[in-house]
Nanobody, 125 residues
Framework: QVQLVESGGGLVQAGGSLRLSCVASGRNISTYTTAWFRQAPGKERVFVGGIMWSGGSTYTASSVKGRSTISRDNAKNTVYLQMNSLKPEDTAVYYC??????????????????WGQGTQVTVSS
């Protein structure tokens, strides 16, 4: 099993940037397909982007495409979500999730067995 801990959230003005971190313990994070989800108040949790366990290819949702980058540092067992040009609509709790290996992109939260506790991102206008 793996334990995931997110950090890096906070309050930022529109147009600003944040880098969220997801530190894994218990197993090498490169053996998981790891994803970021977010949940705004009163809304469902939605896929933001992910990084494949093999090869490290990434995928980001259209809502953040061009503004966000996902990366992984295997030495630190950490996955990052760099978000730029933040908008008030990016305000949400951001979650890191992982599933064993994987052969495609999984956009549904039910595909992920492991979750962090979430980190709040608030973007002021």
């Amino acid at each position: 099993q793996v334990q995931l801990v997110e950090s890096g959230g906070g309050l930022v003005q529109a147009g600003g940037s944040l880098r969220l971190s997801c530190v894994a313990s218990g197993r090498n994070i490169s053996t998981y397909t790891t994803a970021w989800f977010r949940q705004a108040p009163g809304k469902e949790r939605v896929f933001v982007g992910g990084i494949m366990w093999s090869g490290g290819s990434t995928y980001t949702a259209s809502s953040v495409k061009g503004r966000s980058t996902i990366s992984r540092d295997n030495a630190k067992n950490t996955v990052y979500l760099q978000m730029n040009s933040l908008k008030p609509e990016d305000t949400a709790v951001y979650y890191c999730a992982a599933r064993d290996y994987g052969t495609r992109w999984y956009l549904n939260e039910n595909a992920y067995a492991y979750w962090g506790q979430g980190t709040q991102v608030t973007v002021s206008s």
